[in-house]
């Protein structure tokens, strides 16, 4: 069973930075694609960014791309997302997804999700 905690959401400013981190238990994690999503008052979920298990490769949403910044650190099995320059349309909730592949099979999995506010 792999679990996925987010950490570092908070308020800021607009122009300002946080780093958003996600720890993941379990042994896959190299075989692991790490993922953003978001949540608005509202809004469906949506994508962020994306950082593949096969030489780290990374994908972004157009609202983020500049601006986030995906990476991972698999020797701590562990994910960021580093966010600057934000803006009030950022703010959201802010879910950690891991999808794990066992040989072909893919299993999913979301953290908990941790706040992000950014003023104007």
């Known amino acids: 069973q792999v679990q996925v905690a987010e950490s570092g959401g908070g308020l800021v400013q607009a122009g300002g930075s946080l780093r958003l981190s996600c720890a993941v238990s379990?042994?896959?994690?190299?075989?692991?694609?790490m993922g953003w999503y978001r949540q608005a008052p509202g809004k469906e979920r949506e994508f962020v960014a994306v950082t593949m298990r096969s030489g780290g490769s990374t994908l972004y949403a157009d609202s983020v791309k500049g601006r986030f910044t995906i990476s991972r650190d698999n020797a701590k099995n562990t994910v960021f997302l580093q966010m600057n320059s934000l803006k009030p349309e950022d703010t959201a909730i802010y879910y950690c997804?891991?999808?794990?592949?066992?040989?072909?099979?893919?299993?999913?999995?979301w953290g908990q999700g941790t706040q992000v506010t950014v003023s104007s």
């Open positions: 379990g042994r896959t994690f190299s075989r692991t694609d």
């Open positions: 997804n891991a999808v794990a592949y066992v040989g072909t099979t893919a299993n999913t999995y």
